[in-house]
């Protein structure tokens, strides 16, 4: 699995050719991501603290062992699926926002609706991003936080 992103491809998801439809995300999950997807990942994000803290914290490892993920054949299953569903979170971001900046910086401010808390610190675990999932909805749907 590849994820493309081109500069010039703004109005395209962040992360292209991730499964976002649950049957797939669990075939996908099942097989294993490859590590180099999470040091994509923080690239195509643009290499930002927060988010390489959220994949530290998301593959349950310290900063300096990071890179050691990255050459991973494949992740295990729970580490493959978080890392589709968060990556699957960003790309509903930039639907939401209608443009990637505006995504990646509500992502990293806070938010009242999340108890003055970063959506990007919730992002860790699973019912976390279930909470942002719910303050883009609400933003998708006419209220604003």
Do not use: K
Request: aromatic letters at 8%.
């Amino acid at each position: 699995m590849e994820v493309q992103e081109s500069p010039a491809a703004f109005d395209r998801p962040f992360f292209e050719g991730i499964a976002e439809e649950p049957a797939a995300v669990i075939r996908t999950a099942r097989r294993g991501v490859p590590g180099h997807l999470v040091r994509d990942a923080i690239t195509i994000l643009g290499d930002h603290p927060d988010f390489r803290l959220l994949f530290v914290n998301l593959l349950e490892t310290t900063s300096g062992n990071l890179h050691r993920a990255y050459q991973r054949p494949a992740l295990s299953r729970t580490q493959s699926e978080e890392v589709l569903d968060l990556l699957g979170l960003i790309n509903y971001a930039q639907r939401v926002f209608g443009d990637r900046e505006m995504a990646l910086e509500w992502l990293r401010t806070p938010v009242t609706a999340l108890a003055g808390e970063t959506p990007v610190a919730l992002c860790d675990t699973f019912h976390g991003r279930q909470l942002v999932r719910g303050a883009l909805r609400a933003i998708e749907c006419g209220e604003f936080s």
